[in-house]
């Protein structure tokens, strides 16, 4: 497989808000056969690292619609985005700014304490299953505008993460990985059992 090649065509199955906040970068020395780090609220590129020698043992479906899943994950990290935990975070840097120039400790200690929980809040919810569950779904709908149906993308989605698995040498999946695949497979109708209602929120 030449990575140039397969870039070029995974940017054209990419949506165009993708294109725009992501990069795709060849890294053959990693372990993993996809990755991306958590994006960071001051770095604006989101690159998503890919090991092509391991890719290629991948379908073009299933190298499709992992593609598909980490650009949603990633495009679905919202770090300013107006909510409660956001807010919070902007008032207690503004406070902790206000209280420093009134020379005030303990005002500052609350305002950056104040912000740091805040901050911690957006984190965890964007590292969620929940965030994972809804990066799933938004690929699959990314998915049926390139030519699959529901069922074929989510079948091609959860048969990615299990070859995935056995590609990097792991036993076993991970929890999440083993609730996506749950959630798939009920979308797929492979099983009648589908995610609780609080994991559903976005469908």
Request: charged content about 20%; hydrophobic content about 45%; glycine content about 8%.
């Amino acid at each position: 497989m030449e990575p140039n090649v397969e870039i070029r065509r995974l940017l054209d199955v990419m949506p165009a808000s993708g294109r725009m906040t992501t990069k795709l970068v060849s890294k053959p020395e990693q372990a993993k056969v996809i990755d991306a780090s958590f994006p960071q609220p001051w770095n604006q590129g989101r690159p998503i690292y890919i090991n092509f020698d391991l890719w290629r043992r991948l379908t073009k479906p299933q190298r499709d619609l992992l593609l598909l899943q980490m650009v949603s994950w990633l495009t679905g990290v919202k770090w300013f985005k107006p909510d409660i935990y956001q807010g919070v975070v902007l008032a207690g840097l503004l406070g902790g700014f206000l209280e420093a120039a009134q020379s005030d400790v303990v005002g500052v200690g609350v305002a950056g304490g104040l912000s740091a929980i805040a901050a911690l809040r957006i984190w965890r919810t964007n590292k969620s299953q929940e965030s994972e569950l809804n990066a799933d779904a938004a690929a699959i709908k990314i998915a049926q505008r390139r030519g699959y149906s529901e069922v074929e993308a989510a079948q091609h989605l959860l048969s990615a993460i299990e070859v995935v698995a056995k590609i990097e040498g792991r036993s076993s999946l991970n929890f999440t990985e083993l609730i996506r695949c749950q959630n798939l497979r009920a979308i797929a109708g492979l099983s009648p059992v589908g995610m609780p209602e609080s994991y559903n929120k976005e469908k």
